[in-house]
């Protein structure tokens, strides 16, 4: 120690802590994080939709921030913890995580054209999210279809699968927030129909194991993992969809010749969507009621919050759509409920940052040489 009882940090200490700090976010970054960005966007476009005055622009300006701070620290794993990353394409419980990727930059994309009218810029966004949801798309179901060693159904599906569905119905909900109403063409229009019916059927080809998984195989609450609420999300951005679709049918043909079907596969979906709700609120107490499972944060809260905001914006637009007004208690319901759900799971990464750093300070006082 020196003379006075100061203390003299070793050269480098604190810049190693740092590196330290650093390299351990990125080894353990979850794929599945940008559903932070899918969340903060849809719960600013229910804002929107619902008049709620400041919070649609406090809510983008976060997201633009997040959207950037994940996009650098997944280039980073990608680039430090290479082949981590690319296991990570083949892994049954992790790889599906990566379709959020899509999701958060066609919802970053709608805001920017909602909100702002930039839609030069979410037409971009438009384009880099296809991209990343065919190469996303092809890679992952091929690495999982010829891994040689694959885990058991019970433990190696959740809802996290049903993230892809999100993913192809995301870029469905971009393109009609783009494309104005006289440019639509009917080739574009055929497309995304064919985005949302190839996105309906990975949701049954999905939902179908989970259910099977949920009924017949022992089920205990560690497994019921807060991405299973995407079993409703993904219908809920279903709805939305198909209300956009049936909104651009009079500048198509082809579509207007299908309006009584995309009526009745949107109301469908919204139903199933419905359906759900009270069936995740009821495991949910089961899980942290009955069996006092402790509610610590975790980055995979994110995809719960997200299916309450999308669940407000569709039967919004779907009330309005179907010209069914008493619907409209529910969005208005829902926008608290999505909101409450934000706020506490932001609030639980602010703590869980604040904690990290005061542990890295610890840590680095620690090597002070005396």
């Not at 009609?176 to 574009?188: G, L, M, N, Q, T």
């Not at 005061?358 to 680095?364: G, I, K, L, P």
């Amino acid at each position: 120690m020196r003379p006075g009882g100061e203390q003299r940090r070793a050269p480098g200490a604190a810049r190693t802590s740092a590196f330290a700090l650093l390299d351990g976010i990125l080894a353990n970054l979850s794929p599945a994080y940008f559903a932070m960005v899918m969340a903060t966007g849809i719960v600013g476009l229910a804002c929107q939709l619902e008049h709620i005055p400041n919070l649609p622009d406090l809510l983008l300006g976060l997201n633009l921030v997040a959207y950037a701070i994940l996009w650098i620290l997944t280039i980073l794993r990608a680039r430090y913890h290479r082949l981590r990353f690319l296991s990570e394409f083949g892994s049954h419980l992790r790889g599906p995580g990566l379709f959020t990727t899509v999701a958060a930059t066609a919802v970053l994309g709608t805001q920017l054209a909602r909100q702002l009218q930039m839609t030069a810029a979410a037409q971009l966004l438009f384009w880099f999210s296809f991209a990343l949801w065919l190469v996303l798309t092809y890679a992952i179901f091929t690495a999982l279809t010829v891994r040689r060693n694959k885990p058991a159904l019970e433990d190696g599906i959740n809802g996290g699968w049903l993230t892809a569905v999100v993913a192809t119905q995301s870029l469905v909900v971009l393109a009609c927030a783009i494309v104005p109403e006289s440019a639509r063409s009917e080739p574009a229009l055929l497309g995304l129909t064919l985005l949302w019916l190839a996105g309906g059927m990975l949701y049954i080809w999905m939902i179908s194991l989970i259910f099977y998984r949920y009924t017949f195989f022992r089920f205990d609450p560690q497994d019921l993992t807060p991405p299973y609420w995407i079993n409703m999300g993904a219908m809920a951005i279903s709805t939305l969809s198909g209300v956009l679709l049936i909104g651009a049918a009079a500048q198509s043909p082809l579509l207007l010749s299908l309006l009584p079907f995309l009526k009745g596969m949107t109301l469908l979906f919204w139903a199933t969507a419905t359906w759900w709700i009270p069936m995740l609120v009821i495991l949910g107490v089961w899980r942290y009621v009955h069996h006092k499972v402790p509610l610590i944060y975790d980055p995979l809260y994110w995809g719960a919050v997200f299916p309450l905001a999308m669940y407000t914006v569709a039967t919004h637009r779907l009330a309005d759509c179907f010209q069914l007004p008493f619907l409209l208690i529910i969005p208005r319901l829902f926008v608290g409920l999505a909101l409450t759900a934000w706020l506490l799971t932001f609030l639980g990464l602010v703590l869980t940052v604040v904690h990290g750093l005061r542990r890295a300070s610890r840590e680095r006082t620690g090597n002070a040489i005396v």
